[in-house]
């Protein structure tokens, strides 16, 4: 069987180090078997990768890429607390859009991180979810994902 870690080393993916918060909160939190992760940001090596809005000055293609990128920010904020190997199921993805008016893609944006942790935990990484278009979000972030997961 390949591990998490492996699977990103397959996908030729690093897992990249722990974004620290941008405000008063923790990266994530476990309770009891449950680890919430905090809204992730498409943060590389401390920066933002894009700004503005998807449908006005970013496209869904790049927006998809920037969700994948939250959705490898929140690997690693699992990882640091409890291990990616510890994950039993992948329970819920919550994705926001920073849309421009009339966008509706917003699904389509947030499978950027939900293909990644099928692709990185298989049958356990299929999970419930949400994808939500908003008005802003913080650092005028393009896309911001928050997950939920089993740990054993």
Do not use: W
């Not at 990185?120 to 650092?139: D, K, N, Q, T």
Request: proline share 7%; net charge negative; hydrophobic share 45%.
């Amino acid at each position: 069987m390949t591990g998490p870690h492996a699977k990103l080393a397959e996908l030729g993916l690093k897992l990249p180090e722990l974004v620290p918060p941008v405000a008063s909160y923790v990266p994530a939190v476990q309770s009891g078997q449950t680890v919430y992760v905090s809204g992730q940001l498409p943060i590389a090596d401390g920066k933002l990768l894009a700004t503005g809005k998807v449908g006005g000055g970013v496209s869904a293609e790049q927006a998809k890429d920037l969700a994948q990128r939250c959705g490898l920010n929140a690997l690693a904020a699992i990882d640091a607390l409890v291990g990616l190997e510890n994950v039993v199921k992948v329970v819920k993805l919550t994705g926001f859009v920073a849309s421009a008016p009339g966008f509706t893609g917003q699904p389509g944006v947030i499978n950027g991180a939900s293909e990644l942790f099928g692709a990185v935990f298989g049958e356990a990484g299929r999970h419930a979810r949400s994808a939500v278009g908003v008005a802003e979000l913080p650092l005028d972030a393009p896309v911001e994902v928050e997950v939920i997961v089993e740990v054993g």
